[in-house]
Structures are given as structure tokens and as C-alpha cells.
């Protein structure tokens, strides 16, 4: 899934709130309809099961893989002693700034190392005022260099416009769009969609940077059928999904509402709120990961080489 896409994404539909027909993705409107998974015997929920516990641990092995190639970067770049030491380090920096370790240990890897000896890893950087959060909820309260706050309050924000019990916010991250917040949806569910790279409406809404709505999950196509089965039985008939883009184009997440009854679909009025919720928490975004993350990435230089340093003087 290319989440690099630079075609802005538009908002198009009926003149009113409740409009028949949008210019959004609708893969229920042509070919055959899928049949609704049925419930089986024992034998299928024992099957049922195995694959939950498979796809369980493929997430955690994918979790883990990119903390320890950030971990084996810091070894060798810095000839710290070994993984606990690495591990340390990025704990630290983590626990420091209020970011995760897992987007920590992203960036490390895909930014251009840092000039041998230099003590500043990005020489040059001004400060950047963070983009406005009008529009958000409680956007006068929010803090932009917290994630948290500031993508709960978007998710919000969509679920209010599309009238939704439950949510969530996805993040691009190597390529795939990973589960960061949520609100309304069972374990099974965000433990399905902790990472995703096809087969739903947000990586569809990720592929073509565009507003994405499935007006029926038990019909349309976009699923294949295991996961139409886990978005059903969490109480889900309807999902819609809003890229992340900023004044650049670049798609870096996907909030998604999950409604639980079937829509006909979003008019223009709501279709251009959510527009403007696309582009506020986009541009964010492009914000934070231009400055709160390489904030980061310069203090975890600066204790990376005092440990190496710590270490040699020992």
C-alpha cells in the first residue's frame, strides 16, 4: 500500500446532509454481493481461534522487529555495548518527549544518519509554529506536540460528522497503516486492525487520497471474508474513511468511523467537514513529524553518544 500519494484528495456530493449519491469509493454499487459468513461448529470456532492466535502473533512479531533494527542501528552506530544498552537509550528518549518507542524506532531508520563526530544530528533546523487546530474538538485545550490529545480529538471530531459510535486513527508507518487510537470497538477487533496494508476502506482511502465510504460492510467487495466477519461481529454495517493529508499531499494516516447500521452515504455538507478535519489533522502531521519527531531523534543522538561515551570512560 503506497501511502506517498500526492493527489489532493476532494470532497464531492449532493447539495444536501442526506444526499443519495457522493463521489466517494462506494464498492457495493456493481457485481456480486458477498454472502454474510455464518456461524459454524466447534470445529470452526477452533479454526477461528488458531487464526487469531496466528495473526496475534504476527503482530507482535512485526511490533518488535522494528524497535530491534533500531536497537542493532544504535549498536552500531555508537558502539553501545549491546541491546539493553540500545534499549535504554531510546526508553529514555521516549519516555522524555511523550512519543512512542515504536515511532521513534520509524524514523530512526529511515533518517539519513547523522555526520560522523557531529554533535547535532539535523544542523540547522528553525523553529516551526504548529499549524491551527480550529475545528478539532476542544481545539483551544489541545497541546500539538501530544499526539494523543490531538488525534483523539480528530477522531472525535469525525465521529461527531459522521454520527458514529465507534473509531479509529491510523498511522502510516513503513508502508502500513498501523492502529495508534480508537474508540468504540471490541479487543478482537483493534487486535484484527493493528496493522493493515489492503482489503479495507482505509487502505483504499490511503491508495487514492480520497474519502472512502462502504455503505454496507456485509455486501461490499473491498473485504475479503475473514475480515468482513471481524468488522461485522464488533457491531459494525457501515465504515467510512478520511485520509490524512497535508498542504503537500502526502497521505500519513486514516481516521475511520464505524457506524452500525448500512448509510446511503455522506452529502456535501458533512463530506466538506470532514475534508477540513483531513486537512487540519494532516497538516498537523506533516507538523509533528517535522519537528516533534526530529526533536527527538537530536536528543536521542545526544544521549546515545554520552552513553558510548559513559561506557568508554568506564
Not at 178 to 191: I, L, N, Y
Not at 217 to 243: K, M, N, Q
Request: contains cysteine; aromatic residues 4%; charged residues 20%.
Amino acid at each position: 500500500m503506497s501511502t506517498d500519494n500526492r493527489r489532493p484528495a476532494t470532497a464531492t456530493g449532493t447539495d444536501t446532509d442526506t444526499g443519495t449519491d457522493t463521489d466517494t469509493f462506494d464498492p457495493t454499487r456493481s457485481g456480486p454481493s458477498p454472502s454474510v459468513p455464518a456461524p459454524g461448529g466447534p470445529a470452526h470456532g477452533e479454526a477461528r481461534a488458531l487464526r487469531e492466535q496466528v495473526s496475534a502473533l504476527g503482530h507482535q512479531v512485526r511490533a518488535r522487529t522494528g524497535v530491534a533494527l533500531a536497537q542493532g542501528i544504535l549498536m552500531g552506530r555508537y558502539g553501545l555495548a549491546d541491546a539493553d544498552a540500545a534499549f535504554a537509550v531510546l526508553r529514555q528518549a521516549s519516555q522524555s518527549a511523550n512519543v512512542k518507542l515504536h515511532q521513534i524506532a520509524a524514523a530512526l531508520s529511515a533518517a539519513p544518519a547523522p555526520a560522523p563526530g557531529h554533535t547535532v544530528w539535523f544542523p540547522g533546523r528553525s523553529p516551526i509554529a504548529p499549524p491551527s487546530l480550529a475545528g478539532l474538538h476542544c481545539a483551544d485545550t489541545l497541546d500539538p506536540r501530544n499526539q494523543a490529545q490531538v488525534l483523539t480529538a480528530a477522531l472525535t471530531r469525525v465521529r461527531e460528522i459522521t454520527e458514529a459510535d465507534a473509531g479509529n486513527v491510523q498511522l502510516a508507518e513503513n508502508g502500513t497503516l498501523r492502529m495508534e487510537r480508537h474508540h468504540g470497538h471490541p479487543q478482537a477487533f483493534t487486535d484484527y486492525f493493528a496493522f493493515v496494508e489492503d482489503n479495507t476502506s482505509c487502505s483504499r482511502a490511503a491508495e487514492a487520497a480520497r474519502q472512502v465510504t462502504v455503505r454496507d460492510v456485509a455486501t461490499a467487495e473491498v473485504f475479503d471474508e475473514e475480515t468482513r466477519r471481524v468488522i461485522l461481529e464488533s457491531g459494525s454495517r457501515a465504515c467510512h474513511s478520511v485520509p490524512l493529508t497535508g498542504a503537500d499531499g502526502v497521505v500519513r494516516g486514516v481516521i475511520s468511523s464505524h457506524l452500525a447500521r448500512p448509510v446511503r452515504g455522506f452529502g456535501q455538507a458533512r463530506l466538506a467537514a470532514l475534508e477540513e478535519t483531513q486537512h487540519t489533522a494532516g497538516e498537523w502531521l506533516r507538523w509533528y513529524r517535522s519537528t516533534v519527531v526530529l526533536d527527538v531523534l537530536e536528543d536521542l543522538h545526544r544521549r546515545a553518544r554520552d552513553a558510548a561515551g559513559a561506557a568508554g570512560d568506564a
